[in-house]
């Protein structure tokens, strides 16, 4: 009789303590079987923690359908190390880049705490050496919870302070996303550039990606899973005749453009980078599950 009582108050404790229950998806984008959820959920009781509803379990795989053309995967749990396998962990570029001790962590989308890079838009970055160019495919994916959406810096690539990067993905003068990217003859430069269709909103996690098609050199802006936006090139010359700039490294939560440092004041979460390939709808609907 003793053990049928221990058994009821432990499972009646289990329904008491639903704010345990993980995510409905794991981090290979499946549904959460009903084992491993109980599991998760002994796990958290058992072990005296806490966990808020939406807390999610970190596995660090990579989802098949993501494993081709991944170049580098920063989750930014509490580090800038890179889970592709690649081993193109972040770091701190120096010299003419400003002096930076990087972000600092922060409550992720999924309420994991230090689960996010927190950026303060004065002097905090990190870099690394994704160098691509107009004529291959590629691709960024990230979560942004910008502070302010007027002229906010994500990422930008640059050979230095003082020159124009090759590429920049910011939030612009009016808030919505942009793309811009620059080649050079020798004499005239001109652009590459693209916005979305709408502004985007701050103090919100918003989940965007650029994906580059290689062949017709122009891209496409996504946000929140839908694309809202095209490059186009500016001016008299073309991609097809002047490739992109390409400074390095790229860095991540600063750029210089026109004269001006600027740094991204916000959050950013689980960035990913793709190079000889590009992303389609359910690529990013597959990224945007993952816990």
């Given at each position: 009789?003793?053990?049928?009582?221990?058994t009821?108050?432990?499972f009646?404790?289990?329904?008491?303590?639903?704010?345990?229950?993980?995510l409905?998806?794991?981090?290979?984008?499946?549904?959460?079987?009903?084992?491993?959820?109980?599991?998760?959920?002994?796990?958290?009781?058992?072990?005296g923690?806490y966990?808020?509803?939406g807390?999610?379990?970190?596995?660090?795989?990579?989802?098949?359908?993501?494993a081709?053309?991944?170049?580098?995967w920063?989750?930014?749990?509490?580090?800038?190390?890179?889970?592709?396998?690649n081993?193109?962990?972040?770091?701190?570029?120096g010299?003419?880049?400003?002096?930076?001790?990087?972000?600092?962590?922060?409550?992720?989308?999924?309420?994991?705490?230090?689960?996010?890079?927190?950026?303060?838009?004065?002097?905090?970055?990190?870099?690394?050496?994704?160098?691509?160019l107009?004529?291959?495919?590629f691709?960024?994916?990230?979560?942004i919870?910008?502070?302010?959406?007027?002229?906010?810096?994500?990422?930008?690539?640059?050979?230095?302070?003082?020159?124009n990067?090759?590429i920049?993905?910011?939030?612009?003068?009016?808030?919505?996303?942009a793309?811009?990217s620059?080649?050079?003859?020798?004499?005239?430069?001109?652009?590459?550039?693209g916005?979305?269709?709408?502004?985007l909103?701050?103090?919100?996690?918003?989940?965007?990606?650029?994906v580059?098609?290689?062949?017709?050199?122009?891209?496409?802006?996504?946000?929140?899973?839908?694309?809202?936006?095209?490059?186009s090139?500016?001016?008299?010359?073309?991609?097809s005749?002047?490739?992109?700039w390409?400074?390095?490294?790229?860095?991540?939560?600063?750029?210089?453009?026109?004269?001006?440092?600027?740094?991204?004041?916000?959050?950013?979460?689980?960035?990913?980078?793709?190079?000889?390939?590009?992303?389609?709808?359910?690529?990013?609907?597959?990224?945007?599950?993952?816990?």
């Open positions: 009789m003793f053990k049928l009582f221990k009821f108050v432990f009646m404790v289990i329904e008491s303590f639903l704010v345990c229950q993980p409905q998806f794991n981090n290979v984008g499946d549904l959460q079987s009903e084992d491993r959820m109980e599991s998760i959920l002994l796990e958290c009781l058992l072990g923690k966990c808020n509803t807390s999610k379990t970190r596995e660090y795989i990579v989802p098949s359908s993501l081709s053309g991944l170049y580098a920063y989750p930014l749990d509490g580090n800038m190390n890179d889970l592709s396998g081993a193109r962990h972040g770091f701190f570029p010299g003419v880049w400003p002096a930076t001790l990087g972000p600092t962590y922060a409550l992720s989308r999924s309420h994991l705490p230090s689960g996010a890079a927190s950026f303060n838009g004065t002097d905090q970055l990190f870099a690394n050496n994704f160098t691509v107009c004529h291959e495919d691709a960024i994916a990230l979560w919870f910008p502070n302010y959406v007027v002229h906010n810096e994500i990422l930008g690539f640059q050979a230095s302070p003082g020159q990067p090759a920049l993905f910011f939030l612009g003068a009016t808030g919505q996303l793309l811009q620059f080649f050079y003859d020798g004499s005239n430069a001109n652009s590459t550039y916005t979305s269709s709408m502004a909103s701050a103090n919100l996690w918003t989940h965007v990606a650029y580059h098609n290689g062949t017709t050199r122009q891209g496409n802006i996504w946000v929140n899973g839908v694309s809202v936006g095209a490059t090139d500016v001016g008299g010359l073309s991609c005749t002047s490739q992109w390409s400074g390095t490294p790229l860095t991540i939560g600063y750029s210089y453009y026109g004269n001006v440092s600027r740094f991204f004041a916000g959050r950013m979460d689980d960035i990913w980078f793709f190079k000889g390939r590009q992303l389609d709808a359910n690529d990013i609907s597959t990224l945007m599950n993952l816990p």
